[in-house]
């Protein structure tokens, strides 16, 4: 048993009994009081359970427990007291969440058996996170491929911009990546409605009409409607709906809201897109990050300065290959056609095995225009 287990009272006897009588069960550290709690969670975490005292000074086991629920909200949390009454278990319960309300003394039978619910609770909890994470990623990855292959221009932006979106996101220290990878991977579903010469117009930097820009501004609400329809991605359509919002669009009274997660998500993507399409036109990181700058209030300021941390290489190697010497994870330098003039992969698109394959057909059936120009080893990194 590798989960650890957090025991928190102000009173040093307890501990030490505690310690005696659980750590040949239990991998078990012990806190006297809250702030040292916090203290051990963030410096020696992850921990699976925490069990607290009710009554100690400055900082009640409610307190903390409430604090752990926000800052841990996988931990299985566990309240121990003397204080009995109806009133205090009904705060715990419902401030913290409470999984077992212990009174004292515990019966070590019952103390021990509650403990290894405890543990068990917390395995329940990662293994379902884990599964819907890999289940979700792995599905949304296979869609997004196929769908590139029926309109590789509108998705590869998806799977260029994911890169630095999971790195936005990681520098900026937010959990649940995975959510922000699947909204970069998704961001532009909506544009599968959108017709051709749009969308070329859009990567080549060229002046939309008012009916194209209207159908351009609309992608986001189709790409959410499309993808509402499937269980546990709340978060990330509504992140793909606000995607085009400014910084400044939003009110102060979503800041710290429970919202606050879709918004910067959103912010996120905003930054990476727009980065993305610039680079994809031509222009340099820094060119690109200093216009950014200058456009007041329209970019997330925290993103930006996340940004400025990537190391985009911008130094590819670049190759002139025949189809048969092309491999997965090589990028397009150039659109790559067929002798009949079909796209076949767009400038940009990283070559997946799906469309390596649909690249051979084409090469067998039709031909393809030769040699292809490719680039090798485009990355971004956190330094």
């Keep these: 048993m590798t989960e650890k287990i957090l025991f928190v009272d102000d009173e040093p006897n307890v501990l030490q009994s505690i310690q005696r009588q659980l750590h040949k069960r239990f991998p078990l550290q012990i806190a006297e009081g809250g702030e040292d709690a916090l203290r051990i969670l963030r410096e020696e975490g992850p921990f699976a359970v925490i069990v607290s005292d009710m009554r100690m000074p400055r900082m009640t086991g409610v307190e903390l427990l409430a604090q752990t629920k926000d800052l841990y909200p996988d931990m299985v949390r566990l309240m121990l007291t003397g204080n009995a009454d109806q009133e205090t278990a009904m705060e715990a319960v419902n401030t913290g969440q409470i999984f077992r309300f212990l009174t004292k003394p515990c019966p070590p039978a019952v103390f021990i058996t509650s403990l290894a619910l405890a543990v068990r609770q917390h395995r329940l909890i990662t293994a379902e996170k884990e599964l819907l994470q890999k289940t979700l990623r ?208 767009p400038k940009g698109q990283v070559i997946t095995w799906p469309l390596l394959q649909g690249l051979k057909n084409f090469s067998m059936q039709v031909g393809i225009v030769e040699p292809i120009r490719v680039q090798v080893g485009q990355s971004s990194e956190g330094s």
């Excluded at 959510?179 to 859009?202: H, R, W």
């Excluded at 189709?222 to 992140?239: A, D, Y």
């Design 138 to 345: 792995g599905s949304i990855n296979v869609l997004s491929e196929l769908l590139a292959v029926a309109n590789p221009l509108a998705f590869s932006s998806g799977l260029r911009i994911r890169d630095y979106v999971v790195k936005l996101a990681s520098i900026m220290e937010l959990p649940n990546l995975w959510q922000y990878e699947i909204a970069a991977v998704m961001s532009q579903i909506g544009c599968i409605t959108l017709p051709g010469d749009v969308l070329n117009k859009i990567y080549a930097g060229q002046e939309l009409n008012q009916d194209e820009t209207h159908m351009y501004e609309s992608h986001p609400m189709v790409g959410k409607s499309l993808l509402e329809k499937i269980p546990r991605l709340e978060n990330i359509t509504k992140m793909i709906e606000l995607q085009q919002k400014r910084f400044d669009a939003y009110t102060k009274e979503l800041a710290g809201s429970e919202f606050e997660e879709i918004l910067t998500g959103a912010q996120i993507l905003k930054v990476a897109i727009d980065f993305d399409r610039q680079l994809f036109q031509g222009k340099g990181s820094s060119e690109i990050q200093e216009w950014m700058r200058k456009q007041h209030n329209c970019y997330n300021p925290q993103v930006l300065d996340a940004l400025e941390i990537i190391k985009v290489n911008e130094r590819e190697q670049l190759l002139h290959l025949n189809v048969e010497k092309i491999g997965v994870g090589m990028v397009a330098a150039d659109d790559i056609l067929a002798k009949n003039g079909v796209l076949v992969i």
